[in-house]
C-alpha cells in the first residue's frame, strides 16, 4: 500500500481526532447554534459528495447501458439507503440530546451508545472511500487520484464537527477530557477500517463499482436525512443550519471539481 493510498485513507479519521480534541481548548457546553451550524455543515459536505463523487461516477461508467444508465446507481442508492436503515433497527445507539435509545434494547451506558450513533454515521464514510481509492488502485479510467483525495478530503472536513459533537457533550455531562476524546476518537476508528476492508476486496469490487458507489452515497444520504438534518433544525426555527449546509454542500462541489 503506498503513502497516497495511506494518506486518503487515513484524512477521514484524522478529522475526527482533530474535531475531538476540542474538549481540551473548549470550555462549557456546546452551544445549540454551534451544534446546528456543525450539524449543517457536515449534512451539506456528505450530500455534495454523494452526488459529485459518487453517484455522478456510478452513472458515468454505465453510459455503456444507454438509456438505462441510471440503473446500477438507482439500485446502489436503494440498497445503500436500506442497508442503514437495517443497521439502524439493530444496532443499540443513542443520538446526541437524546435519552431514547434506538436499535436493539441493551444494557450498554449512554456514552457507549453514542459512541456507535456516530460511528454508524461514519461507516458509509468509509465505505465510501474504500470504493474510490479501489476503483483508482485497479487502473479505472474515469476515477483519478485527486478524486479520491478530494472526497477524502471532504470528509475529513465534515468529520471535524462530527468530532466535537461527540467529544463535547460527554465532557460538558461530567466526563473527564480525556476520556471524552477517547470516546470522539474511537467513533472514527470504523472509517479507515471500512475502507481498508474494501480496498482489500478490490477484486470483488471493480466488477460493480458503479453499484458500489452508489451504495455508499445512498448509506450516506441515509445518515443526512435520518439524523444531520433533524440536529441541524433542532430546537427554535434558526436558518444557521440551512446556511452551514449550503457552506459545506459548495465547499464539497469546488473541490470535487478543483482537485478532481
Known amino acids: ?56 461516477p456510478a452513472m458515468d461508467q454505465s453510459e455503456h ?30 443520538h446526541i440530546n437524546s435519552d431514547c435509545p434506538e436499535g436493539k434494547p441493551c444494557n450498554l451506558g ?19 472511500v474504500g470504493v474510490v481509492v479501489a476503483g483508482w488502485l485497479t487502473g479505472n479510467e474515469s476515477i483519478s487520484f485527486a478524486a479520491a483525495l478530494a472526497l477524502s478530503l471532504g470528509i475529513a472536513l465534515q468529520n471535524l464537527p462530527e468530532g466535537a459533537i461527540i467529544s463535547m457533550p460527554l465532557k460538558s455531562g461530567g466526563m473527564k477530557q480525556g476520556k471524552a ?14 475502507a481498508i476492508v474494501t480496498i482489500l476486496l478490490a477484486n470483488l469490487v471493480v466488477p460493480i463499482l458503479p453499484y458500489l458507489l452508489a451504495f455508499s452515497a445512498g448509506a450516506m444520504l441515509y445518515v443526512v436525512v435520518e439524523e444531520l438534518v433533524p440536529e441541524m433544525s433542532e430546537g427554535e426555527h434558526s436558518h444557521l443550519g440551512t446556511i452551514f449546509f449550503a457552506v459545506g454542500f459548495t465547499l464539497m462541489m469546488v473541490l470535487d471539481v478543483a482537485l478532481g
Open 181 to 194: 476524546f477517547g470516546y470522539g476518537v474511537i467513533s472514527g476508528v470504523i472509517e479507515p477500517i471500512g
Open 65 to 94: 447501458m444507454g438509456k438505462l444508465a441510471f440503473l446500477p446507481a438507482f439500485i446502489g442508492v436503494w440498497l445503500g439507503f436500506l442497508f442503514l436503515m437495517g443497521l439502524d433497527r439493530v444496532i443499540p445507539h443513542l
Open 1 to 56: 500500500m503506498n503513502m497516497e493510498t495511506v494518506i486518503t485513507i487515513l484524512l477521514p479519521f484524522l478529522g475526527t481526532v482533530v474535531g475531538a480534541g476540542c474538549v481540551f481548548f473548549l470550555k462549557g457546553k456546546m452551544n445549540l447554534n454551534v451544534q446546528r451550524a456543525l450539524s449543517g455543515f457536515a449534512a451539506g459536505v456528505m450530500v455534495a459528495a454523494s452526488i459529485w463523487s459518487l453517484i455522478i
Open 110 to 128: 449512554k456514552s457507549t451508545m453514542m459512541v456507535f450513533a456516530v460511528a454508524l454515521h461514519n461507516l458509509p464514510e468509509g465505505m465510501a
